[in-house]
């Protein structure tokens, strides 16, 4: 069973699932608003990436405002001696204050693109990211453009071996991939529950690797939801859920989307998977330029979610009775 993929049209070769990294980088705030996913245990986050590299993962996606830079700095702890086995991606465009753990706004000009990365090679321990990512979703293509020359050069220098943009919207990766030689990669909100069929097909036309953001739907996809959710806690981004975090209300996972994960479990647990394996199996089922990166903390979610590799994409049968579920039950909300 083929475990890895590559990485867009950069060739570099990667584990089909990797590991996202926002939750290690524990608590952020954009003043009372937390951003993080509360406080974290960073020796057990070393124990995660090490669990997860020895399972085969390679990739590992994080940010330079994940915890204010935390989640960098554990990263490269983590990757100490072992940076050879790991792809590293992370993202500017968002600033923070490293001392208050506090968000403090964006920059997107080309300065900042190398101001960050540096602060990111220093975090990580590391003379060159794999995969360097403008962070801002919604930034005008116009202001995007304006970074590409940079980022060239940036993989001229050996300093980057490619970059992308973390964006939802399909024009934008169209035009930031069509002007950037060396973009790889798009990564966007992709999950069995919330389909984005326009990006897969800019991924395909340009030869780019799709990073899923989001394909355990920030925990509805896992078994910890199965029960009546408690809210999550105060420094937890789920449990005083921002406006673009639509999953949640007060930390409970709304009814929408609660409905949609007890229709479509069966399908995904059929051949004895979890149901995280089945969802990150439907994503390597959906599309051969799929990779999912769902956040892991604990040695047992690396072993849950890399584990998935072992499990390979979901089978043609199951994944055609998702799709009647879903479809389904789209049909009957949009008459309701």
Request: hydrophobic residues 40%; negative net charge.
């Amino acid at each position: 069973m083929t475990t890895t993929r590559r990485l867009g049209r950069s060739g570099i070769e990667v584990s089909a699932i990797g590991m996202g990294c926002w939750a290690i980088g524990g608590p952020l705030w954009a003043g009372a608003q937390p951003l993080g996913w509360g406080e974290v245990d960073d020796d057990e986050s070393v124990r995660t990436v090490h669990r997860a590299l020895d399972l085969g993962a390679t990739l590992f996606d994080t940010s330079c405002n994940y915890g204010a830079g935390h989640s960098e700095r554990v990263l490269g702890r983590a990757l100490a001696g072992r940076r050879d086995q790991a792809v590293i991606a992370t993202k500017f465009g968002y600033l923070t204050d490293e001392a208050t753990r506090q968000a403090t706004g964006e920059d997107a000009g080309p300065a900042n693109a190398r101001r960050s990365l540096e602060g990111s090679l220093r975090r990580l321990g590391t003379d060159h990211v794999d995969l360097y990512q403008l962070h801002l979703n919604g930034l005008p293509v116009p202001r995007a453009l304006d970074l590409v020359d940079t980022l060239e050069a940036l993989v001229d220098e050996g300093k980057i071996r490619a970059y992308g943009w973390s964006t939802d919207d399909p024009a934008s990766a169209r035009a930031f991939a069509a002007a950037g030689p060396r973009c790889a990669a798009i990564q966007h909100d992709q999950s069995v529950l919330r389909d984005n069929a326009a990006m897969l097909a800019v991924c395909e036309e340009f030869d780019l690797a799709s990073l899923n953001r989001g394909p355990l739907a920030m925990g509805l996809l896992t078994a910890k939801y199965q029960g009546a959710p408690a809210a999550r806690g105060g420094d937890d981004v789920r449990g005083s859920a921002p406006e673009w975090l639509d999953w949640f209300s007060e930390g409970v996972p709304r009814a929408e989307w609660a409905e949609r994960v007890a229709r479509v479990r069966e399908a995904l647990t059929a051949d004895g998977r979890t149901l995280a394996q089945g969802a990150l199996g439907w994503l390597l089922a959906r599309s051969a330029r799929t990779l999912p990166i769902p956040g892991c903390r604990t040695v047992g979610q690396a072993e849950e979610n890399i584990g998935a590799l072992a499990c390979g994409p979901l089978p043609e049968t199951a994944y055609a009775e998702v799709e009647r579920l879903l479809a389904d039950l789209r049909t009957a909300t949009a008459a309701a």
